[in-house]
C-alpha cells in the first residue's frame, strides 16, 4: 500500500509561482512512474506532466515551457514547479503512483488558486 500527500498548494496571483510536493510512504517509489493530474470545478481531472523511474518527463501541451517535474528518490518526494501562473491553471491538484506491479495510488488533492 502506497500513501501519497500533496502540499504547496494556494491562493497566488497570475504571473506567480507554486511548487507542489507529494511525498509516498513505501519502498515502491523510486521503480514507480509518477504523475500529477489536476480538475478544475465541473470538469473531468486531466493529465499535467509525469516523470518516470528513469526521470524521462512529458507534459501536457497547456503547461510545456511553465511546469516542471521532478523526483528525489532519496526523500520519495515527487514535486511539480508551477511558473507563469494563470486563472486556468486553478484546480485541485492530484499526485498519482503507477507502481511496477500494475497498481495505482492517488494522493488527497491539493487546492491551487489563480487570481487575476
Known amino acids: 500500500q502506497v500513501q501519497l500527500v500533496e502540499s504547496g498548494g494556494g491562493l497566488v496571483q497570475a504571473g506567480g509561482s507554486l511548487r507542489l510536493s507529494c511525498v509516498a510512504s513505501?519502498?515502491?517509489?523510486?521503480?514507480?512512474?509518477m504523475a500529477w493530474y489536476r480538475q478544475a470545478p465541473g470538469k473531468q481531472r486531466d493529465f499535467v506532466a509525469r516523470?518516470?523511474?528513469?526521470?524521462?518527463?512529458n507534459y501536457a501541451d497547456s503547461v510545456k515551457g511553465r511546469f516542471t517535474i521532478s523526483r528525489d528518490n532519496a526523500k520519495n518526494t515527487v514535486s511539480l514547479q508551477m511558473n507563469s501562473l494563470n486563472v486556468e491553471d486553478t484546480a485541485v491538484y492530484y499526485c498519482r503512483a503507477f507502481t511496477r506491479r500494475g497498481n495505482e495510488y492517488w494522493g488527497q488533492g491539493t487546492q491551487v488558486t489563480v487570481s487575476s
Open positions: 513505501g519502498s515502491t517509489f523510486s521503480t514507480s512512474l
Open positions: 516523470i518516470s523511474s528513469g526521470s524521462i518527463t
